[in-house]
């Protein structure tokens, strides 16, 4: 009995999610809607992204082989209809950016090889070398054990390809439509540039080096899992031999996308969930060293890796999410700057606070308007003993009600002389004169 109530909060939490998540959809079938909307849509620079993603496509399609024309023309076709629908446009638009990492990935087998570098063999071991003192990598793979085998594994060869769908899934359920906009577009991004890295700057892995030695490499030569091959002897299978001896990228090494997605997850979730911060990044330490234990990686990739999703994590969270938890202005429907995140007085329009502004604790401020007609006010001791006043020097503004006016907020500009104890200060000082501001305060 205790148990089904121990559980029946998690599974309400996830319903009324879950419920909620649904109701926020768009479940229009209607291309016209799209249509709509992309009539009413201001055009502003940044919307070019979607002419790269389009040349970027048709140079793909241009060169894949498999499918071949003109079978391959349904997959813009399908596409495009996934992007007309709203019910559909709704995920596939924000995921182009996967999409193209996709396309990219796949394709890339069908550049011919008189257009493409030559494949670095010493590049990386020699690196890690100058770098770290020793190959690391290599160290980590003399010494191998069934356990060992599957504590790798795991990480490596099965929640790396499961975890950023249920991060996603998580963050459609329980934050802001933002997060996950954010997380797909930074996800697929990251990817499209470490593929692109690849290619360009192809370079063995570890296994080849066990294999081949330092010979030079041809793009003939096929995948081979490295050290899951022990994975697939222990279960009595070929999965992983199939699968990585079909890789449309044999040589991308540099940088390691398993560290790269296991960084850019950590991110994400010590962000959004503060809690579980822990827990993802001892399985981000573990995924680091499953790399090398199975002779995929060299630490030098792991670390280019980690770098990449560090330096896409920063660069592509919006200020609507930079808060904790991520919900700081999401949730209230607009960015807040610096000055009311922290409840500062505002900057001054064209430029830096001047003095005038930190004096307006004494009324000193400077008249910024001319439409506001002066009168002489009165400086009023700090002391709350005195009953009297010290007729000011100079006429200036009225004073603010609640610490306000003219736009700025000085609900926070404490004078010093209220940080001092009453018995410490005699009646009528104030540390701000009308010289200035005097340190150590003496008394009048």
Partial sequence: MAFRMSLSGPVRTFLTAFSAAVGRLDKSLSPFDTIARLRAHTFVPSDAIYVFH????????????????????????????????????QFFFPAIPVFAWLLAFYTNRFIPADYRPSVHVFLLPTLETVLYGANISDILTRFTHPILDLLAWLPYGVIHYTFPIVLAIFMWLFRPPLALKTWAKTFGYMNLTGV???????????????????????????????????IDALFSGDGYQRAFGSSPLVFGAFPSLHAAWATLGALFVSHFWKGAGRIVWAYVGVLYWS?????????????????????????????????????????????????????????????????????????????????????????????????????????????????????????HTASIASLIRADERSEGWSPIGNKGFSFPPVTR
């Fill in 291 to 411: 790399t090398m234990y199975l002779t995929h990686h060299y630490l030098i990739d792991v670390v280019g890796g980690a770098c990449l999703a560090t330096t896409f994590f920063y660069l592509f969270m919006p200020d609507e999410l930079r808060g904790v938890g991520g919900r700081r202005n999401a949730e209230y429907g607009g960015a807040r700057s610096k000055y009311e995140q922290y409840d500062l007085e505002s900057r001054r329009p064209g430029g830096f606070m001047g003095l005038d502004d930190f004096a307006s604790d004494t009324g000193e401020s400077a008249d910024l308007s001319d439409e506001v007609e002066e009168e002489n006010i009165v400086y009023r001791s700090p002391n709350p003993s005195t009953g009297g006043s010290v007729p000011h020097s100079s006429s200036k503004k009225p004073p603010m009600q609640n610490g306000t006016g003219n736009g700025r907020s000085h609900r």
């Fill in 196 to 230: 692109c890295v690849q290619i360009l700057l192809p370079c063995a892995a570890p296994w080849y080096e066990l294999i081949y030695g330092l010979t030079p490499a041809t793009y003939g030569i096929a995948g081979s899992p490295g050290g899951l091959v022990r």
């Fill in 54 to 89: 389009l040349v970027l496509a048709v140079f793909w399609l241009t060169i894949m082989q498999v499918p071949s024309f003109p079978s391959k023309l349904l997959i813009p076709i399908l596409f495009g209809l996934g992007l007309l629908i709203p019910f559909t446009s």
